[in-house]
């Protein structure tokens, strides 16, 4: 535990939004009226002091709730900041949670050094952002983003393209350089699509998946992952399903370089040559 730099939360798992990829509508281990909220008397638990200040980064997102619908998220920040007041912190969220007044506060008191952020996923604009962020809502969202950046928060725009929302890239980016967004990034989101209606861009050809080396990202970049129920895993990815938790990591090592890899691992983190895997197509990752 001391070598971990980088710590993943997961404050909640509570979200308004009905994404139709998102572990929330297609894992049926998951049951949303469970509406479990991590509290800093969880993470004092979890983390000693000194594991606190040992660590470079902390960032909140999840694989199935919104941090800004967590109910101790900004206590939790708090605390961290508090523990070790050099450590990076950052969240990724929908943008369409609460009001303009939360994200100024979070610009102002809790995103404040240099190197914090928020990354706001938006996947086009007013007319196609609401196809795959079902139930979200486009002035909101910008309110709340202008609202972060105008008290100081650092805030980057994260777009998943599909076919219905490849054309608006550009005009996404332009958009995100006005509000003075920090970065602009456009990915095609690696998870297949269960539903017809949801194409990826045209001539984008999907990574084929093949037996390899496993290059662990969350071993590089020594980081570890906590779910809103409060269990350790190694990363997200393995966090979706409940029965791979920390302790079951070395096992899971083992199976890595072998025809029985694990397959979320083999998913995820198998080195690829194949020029049309999916880090090599339709990504823009821009400074603004």
């Known amino acids: 535990m001391n070598q971990i730099k980088v710590l993943h939360l997961e404050p909640t798992d509570v979200c308004n939004l009905a994404c139709p990829l998102c572990p929330r509508e297609t894992n049926s281990n998951f049951d ?14 979890l983390f000693d002091e000194d594991f606190i200040r040992n660590l470079n980064k902390m960032f909140m997102c999840g694989n199935f709730g919104d941090p800004a ?19 990076q912190l950052g969240m990724n969220t929908n943008g369409s949670l609460r009001d303009t007044d939360y ?11 240099y190197g914090d952020y928020v990354l706001f996923s938006i996947d086009g604009m007013e007319d196609t952002n609401h196809i795959y962020r079902v139930n979200s809502d486009w002035d909101k969202i910008i309110n709340n983003a202008t609202a972060f950046i105008g008290a100081g928060g650092m805030a980057q725009w994260d777009m998943l393209v599909y076919a219905h929302n490849e054309h608006q890239v550009d005009e996404a980016e332009q958009l995100a350089k006005s509000m003075k967004f920090t970065h602009f990034r456009a990915k095609v989101s690696k998870r297949k699509s269960t539903v017809d209606w949801l194409n990826p861009p045209i001539n984008w050809k999907r990574q084929q998946i093949s037996d390899g080396i496993i290059d662990c990202f969350a071993e590089r970049e020594k980081s570890l992952y906590v779910s809103a129920t409060g269990k350790l895993y190694k990363c997200c990815w393995l966090g ?17 370089n072998t025809p029985n890899c694990h397959p979320m691992c083999k998913n995820t983190c198998t080195k690829q040559n194949d020029l049309n895997n999916f880090a090599s197509q339709w990504v823009k990752d821009t400074p603004l």
């Open 69 to 87: 619908a967590g109910k101790h998220s900004e206590e939790i920040y708090e605390y961290f900041r508090t523990v070790n007041p050099t450590i």
């Open 32 to 45: 949303k009226k469970s509406k479990n909220h991590l509290s800093v008397d969880q993470i004092k638990t």
């Open 240 to 256: 979706v399903e409940p029965e791979n938790t920390l302790d079951k990591f070395e096992n899971i090592k083992k199976t890595w």
């Open 103 to 113: 994200w100024k506060y979070l610009g102002k008191n809790i995103f404040n050094r």
